[in-house]
Nanobody
Framework: QVQLVESGGGLAQAGGSLRLSCAAS????????MGWFRQAPGKEREFVAA???????NYADSVKGRFTISRDNAKNAVYLQMNSLKPEDTAIYYC???????????WGQGTQVTVSS
């Protein structure tokens, strides 16, 4: 059974930092492109960042220069370092795994990030 478990969310002040983690199990991690999405209250879920097996990264314009995605294939984990946080970063953050060779995709349960001004 595939599981993606996020952790590291919480409350931060504007300008502060948080580091999210996503632990994957039940899948061959290197076969998946990993990503982070977020959903703010009353808004649709949106893309934040993604990373391929070869560590090619992609970011939403709203987080470029502030957030950094990374992965540790030995630990089956993906991370999101979030710096210079803004109140508009407040959302539930979800980890996603996309199979490189097909259409399979998995989501984590999400972790809440709240940034106060």
């Amino acid at each position: 059974q595939v599981q993606l478990v996020e952790s590291g969310g919480g409350l931060a002040q504007a300008g502060g930092s948080l580091r999210l983690s996503c632990a994957a199990s039940g899948l061959t991690f290197i076969n998946y492109r990993m990503g982070w999405f977020r959903q703010a209250p009353g808004k649709e879920r949106e893309f934040v960042a993604a990373i391929t097996l070869n560590t090619i990264t992609n970011y939403a314009d709203s987080v470029k220069g502030r957030f950094t995605i990374s992965r540790d294939n030995a630990k089956n984990a993906v991370y999101l370092q979030m710096n210079s946080l803004k109140p508009e970063d407040t959302a539930i953050y979800y980890c996603k795994a996309d199979y490189r060779f097909g259409t399979l995709q998995y989501w984590g349960q999400g972790t809440q990030v709240t940034v106060s001004s």
